[in-house]
């Protein structure tokens, strides 16, 4: 990255980086578009060593995150790590005999996202906001109540700014909310609030969209105190559908367009996580009477989300959301009540986290029945996903696995007893990455149907083998409709790996040659054709451009 800015490394290229990996610049402009991932294992052991002074309590926080898989998994992101290592201080101590410290929160240490961004604020609040108004042993709901002004102009600030995906801020938008420049450096602002200089004008931005988010969160639920608002709420925030009548403030002046839903997904999760923390009274200070029929408030909650899937055509990105939704809500009568209702989940042109794969490994475990099918990208960690969860259709098609993805493969296939098809043709796997598949087979003997690996016939001849996805109507079908997807929205041809799985099955008609006349040769030579023409659009924008 140094390289890159000092301009050692590519000295002829034009360069944009930037911290926000969701950034509106224009990428059809660029010949590559890479993200850095962050952490590795041991850099996280290191960052937490160098984060706390005491040698003895940074040793107790990283165990806590490596035995946590939903902290795990975050702290690999250094800005989450951060996050987490400051919520972490106020649980963990080398002398944890001293008297009040351990029930300074009257909460366990944090376990989903929700939690640890509530931590960090109760943090920032409690030791740079009440300026020695509270020791450390004062109870949580006494701390919450001495910042609950401050705190409702700044969750109202972020969350009516939040659906207009505004991020910046000047003295006026401040002091429109009753937060005024002075408070920023004066009270825990300035662990919230960031001054942007702006040509000539001063502005304000929350130090990350997240903090944005988390805030507009805890303001909405503290401020919708009934069922039916929370359900209405849902029903806008995750499908557009406006209140029909509600006098609760989120839900009053609502300025979003429904193109725009999608910049709210991490918000809803964050909302989902702040109920949660509402109704087991984590938030006393804040709010001083309970929901309505606030004990049924799980079991209608998993009505609602039992209802997206049975009835909605959900789309990959909003259907991965509900998942996370639930994750961060964290009551087993609410999962319980959707899980059943998952019998497809197709994530197959998504990029998958491992994030994700938390939420999606917490949500089908509370499912009793069989997955019809199950769509993933070659995320390592999802290759678990095989044992894990009953399903009979995995796709994998078009995704780089290479010959050590193959090698996780068959290990994961092993001991599984319920994968019945299995679609693996272009994905790199070589011949090296074949060697042990005969010994995973040997053992999982429910398997059906698997693609491209022709030298099993001789082993498994009641195994249907497709060598090449030209070979079944299916498939071919399935890359078509794929293909006329990217027609119509050509920003997916911003992905690199678009391209390049395009060029791959481009690649596969080629091998298979010159077909007769049937349904098979026609559909293969409509998509070979649709093939060329994106990738000749694209060449063309590049060079054009």
């Known amino acids: 990255m140094v390289a890159l800015i000092k301009g050692s490394l590519l000295p002829e290229a034009s360069v944009i980086i930037t911290t926000r990996p969701s950034t509106e610049a224009p990428k059809r402009f660029f010949q590559r578009c890479c993200v850095v991932l962050g952490f590795e294992e041991d850099q996280v052991k290191e960052y937490t060593a160098k984060f706390y002074k005491d040698s003895e309590v940074a040793q107790k926080v990283y165990d806590y995150i490596v035995n946590n898989d939903n902290l795990f998994v975050l702290s690999f992101i250094p800005l989450y790590c951060y996050i987490i290592c400051t919520a972490m201080a106020e649980f963990f101590s080398s002398q944890p005999n001293n008297a009040g410290e351990s029930k300074s929160l009257e909460l366990s240490p944090p376990r989903t996202v929700s939690e640890v961004y509530f931590c960090y604020l109760f943090t920032a609040v409690k030791h740079h906001g009440l300026k020695g108004r509270t020791e450390r042993s004062t109870p949580r709901s006494e701390v919450l109540s001495l910042a609950k002004q401050q705190l409702m102009k700044l969750g109202k600030l972020a969350y009516e700014n939040l659906l207009q995906k505004k991020i910046l801020f000047d003295k006026a938008d401040l002091e429109n909310y009753g937060v005024t420049p002075a408070d920023v450096q004066s009270t825990f602002l300035c662990h919230i609030l960031q001054p942007i200089k702006e040509e ?300 390049d799985a395009l060029q791959s099955v481009l690649r596969g008609l080629q091998v298979a040659g010159t077909m007769e006349k049937g349904a098979n040769a026609e559909k293969a030579k409509e998509l070979q054709t649709k093939i060329e023409e994106l990738l000749n659009y694209s060449t063309e924008v590049i060079r054009g451009k």
């Open 200 to 499: 000539t004008v001063e502005m304000f931005s929350f130090f990350h969209l997240t903090v944005q988010e988390h805030l507009a969160a805890l303001y909405c639920a503290i401020n919708l105190s009934s069922q039916d608002d929370i359900i209405q709420a849902l029903d806008f925030w995750c499908f557009g559908v406006r209140p029909s009548s509600s006098t609760a403030a989120p839900l009053q002046n609502l300025h979003l367009s429904v193109d725009k839903l999608e910049s709210l997904q991490m918000f809803t999760r964050f909302f989902m996580g702040m109920l949660r923390a509402r109704l087991s009274g984590h938030l006393e200070g804040l709010v001083h009477s309970p929901i309505e029929q606030e004990d049924s408030i799980p079991n209608r909650l998993g009505l609602w989300f039992r209802d997206q899937f049975k009835t909605r055509e959900l789309e990959n990105q909003v259907a991965l959301n509900l998942l996370h939704c639930l994750m961060e809500f964290h009551m087993k009568e609410t999962t319980s009540f959707a899980a059943p209702e998952i019998t497809k989940l197709n994530l197959f042109k998504m990029k998958l986290s491992v994030v994700d794969c938390a939420a999606i490994h917490y949500v089908l475990q509370f499912s009793p029945h069989k997955l019809q099918d199950l769509h993933i990208p070659p995320v390592s960690a999802c290759f678990s996903l095989c044992n894990m969860f009953p399903a009979s259709v995995y796709s994998m098609c078009g995704n780089n696995l290479g010959p050590e993805g193959g090698l996780e493969l068959w290990n994961a296939l092993e001991n599984n007893n319920t994968v019945e098809e299995l679609y693996l043709d272009i994905t790199g796997i070589t011949e090296r990455g074949t060697e042990s598949i005969v010994n995973c087979l040997s053992k999982n003997t429910s398997l059906k149907t698997l693609t491209r690996l022709k030298e099993l016939e001789k082993r498994r001849p009641e195994l249907r083998i497709i060598a090449n996805f030209v070979d079944d109507l299916g498939l071919l079908q399935a890359y078509l409709d794929w293909v006329e997807e990217i027609r119509t929205d050509r920003d997916q041809m911003d992905s690199v790996k678009n391209a």
